[in-house]
Nanobody
Framework: QVQLVESGGGLVQPGGSLKLSCVAS???????????MSWYRQAPGKERELVAT???????HYADSVKGRFTISRDTVKNTAYLQMNSLKLEDTAVYYC????????WGQGTQVTVSS
């Protein structure tokens, strides 16, 4: 059974940083390396939106709203995907979800990020 578990969310002031982690269990490192890993977010009253994706070969894609501020990465030894978030803004407040995708798709339960002064 594949499970994705996010962590690292919390309360941060505008301009601050957070690093989210997404640990994949139930997979070998070789299997994890074949997954495209993504981070999505959903703010209250809004639809879930793609934040960043890293492909199995390391290609990265970012939403325009986070380019230059967020960095997605992965560690295939630890079966973990990361989202480094810098220069956080009020509008980054949302629940952040991790998604793993190959021929099947798996979602984590989400972690809350709140940017507030």
């Amino acid at each position: 059974q594949v499970q994705l578990v996010e962590s690292g969310g919390g309360l941060v002031q505008p301009g601050g940083s957070l690093k989210l982690s997404c640990v994949a269990s139930g997979l070998t490192s070789l299997s994890f390396s074949s997954y495209a890993m993504s981070w999505y977010r959903q703010a209250p009253g809004k639809e879930r939106e793609l934040v960043a994706t890293i492909s199995s070969v390391g290609f990265r894609h970012y939403a325009d709203s986070v380019k230059g501020r967020f960095t997605i990465s992965r560690d295939t030894v630890k079966n973990t995907a990361y989202l480094q978030m810098n220069s956080l803004k009020l509008e980054d407040t949302a629940v952040y979800y991790c998604k793993g995708e190959t021929h099947r798709t798996y979602w984590g339960q989400g972690t809350q990020v709140t940017v507030s002064s």
